[in-house]
């Protein structure tokens, strides 16, 4: 079992910037974040493995920068010039012989 930690959500104008975390019982191979609009299906946002491959969604490539502490099995979300669509709940996936998943956070890019 892997638990999932999520913190660094809130409200945030266009334009402006958020930091997301996740922070995980126990070691991973692959983390990252994944995130579902009202009305939508959850969908990748980016994911890093072991040793830091990481893959991007193309709608946050150049925006977002996904990064890992593995002595603290901690994932972080780095989200600059934030759009509206970027409006969702944000959850945390690790992958350890199983997926897990955190219970989200919510983010709002509104002005």
């Known amino acids: 079992q892997v638990q999932l930690a999520e913190s660094g959500g809130g409200l945030v104008q266009p334009g402006g910037s958020l930091r997301l975390s996740c922070a995980a019982s126990?070691?991973?191979?692959?983390m990252g974040w994944y995130r579902q609009a009202p009305g939508k299906q959850r969908e990748l946002v980016a994911t890093?493995?072991?040793?830091?491959?990481?893959k991007y969604a193309d709608s946050v490539k150049g925006r977002f920068t996904i990064s890992r502490d593995n002595a603290k099995n901690t994932v972080y979300l780095q989200m600059n010039s934030l759009k509206p669509e970027d409006t969702a709940i944000y959850y945390c996936?690790?992958?350890?012989?199983?997926?897990?998943w955190g219970q989200g956070t919510q983010v709002t890019v509104s002005s």
């Open positions: 890093i493995s072991s040793p830091n491959r990481i």
């Open positions: 996936y690790g992958s350890w012989y199983s997926d897990y």
């Open positions: 126990r070691s991973t191979n692959t």
